[in-house]
């Protein structure tokens, strides 16, 4: 059997699978939640399982929660999490970055995808909103900007005027009152950063590539984008248990 688990900053998933990549047991928490409490009562759904798993692999973008998980799972079941950047990937994927600098989730996403003919752009929906370029099975690098939920959130903070608002797909451009413009403006907006992005890749690359969408508001952007687009919000998950095959 195989634990896995993807620790974000807004939610951590952990899985569990037998050794046919079937799935036994999913727990989404919140990420916060971990930092400031003991994960026993949360963990029980394992015991019963415990002494069949044979590897652990997390990725993760929050060290202490990724500390305070590994001690509860050595503390209560004497099993030992590694993160994925603690493994060779040179057999599986080829990565022409500094590994450390980039998120394990990333890299992760990019195991998801990998073959010896397609090339791909993978783009997270998360706390920020990446782009990652997979040539093959060569991890390129990737593009950073900021979250649309982070962003929205941070706005609707600082300007006391601007009422609480969810993001939601909105036709009209023009909006006719304060909420409709901040939609329109975060839609629209970034609509247009994640088209003219894309297609800065593909230029600058001067490849075609399959696009992944992943992550919390994947669904929203998916038929806005003069792109095919396939939606995957389990690719994270999908490269560790490819990793851990493999290991």
Not at 119 to 138: Q, S
Not at 172 to 185: E, H, P, R
Request: glycine share 6%.
């Amino acid at each position: 059997m195989y634990l896995i688990g993807d620790i974000g900053n807004t939610e951590t998933k952990i899985c569990l699978f037998n050794n046919k990549k079937k799935l036994l047991k999913k727990k989404v928490l919140n990420t916060a939640y971990i930092k400031k409490n003991y994960l026993n009562s949360k963990l029980k759904f394992m015991n019963s399982y415990s002494k069949k798993i044979e590897k652990l692999i997390f990725s993760s973008v929050v060290p202490e929660v990724f500390t305070n998980i590994k001690r509860s799972i050595k503390r209560n079941f004497g099993l030992e999490v590694k993160e994925l950047k603690q493994h060779d990937l040179n057999k599986i994927l080829k990565i022409d970055v500094n590994k450390k600098q980039v998120g394990s989730d990333r890299l992760a996403n990019a195991i998801s995808v990998i073959n010896n003919k397609d090339n791909f752009i993978i783009l997270d929906f998360g706390t920020a909103t990446t782009f990652d370029v997979v040539l093959k099975n060569r991890y390129k690098g990737g593009i950073i900007a900021p979250g649309v939920n982070l962003s929205l959130k941070t706005l609707v903070e600082k300007a006391r005027l601007i009422p609480n608002t969810k993001l939601t797909k909105i036709k009209n451009l023009i909006g006719k009152n304060t909420q409709n413009a901040v939609k329109s403006g975060f839609y629209w907006g970034y609509q247009g950063l994640i088209e003219n992005i894309i297609n800065l890749i593909e230029k600058n690359n001067k490849k075609k590539f399959k696009i992944i969408f992943t992550g919390g508001l994947s669904h929203l952007y998916k038929k806005s984008i003069k792109k095919k687009i396939k939606v995957d919000k389990d690719l994270t998950i999908k490269g560790l248990l490819r990793l851990v095959k493999s290991i």
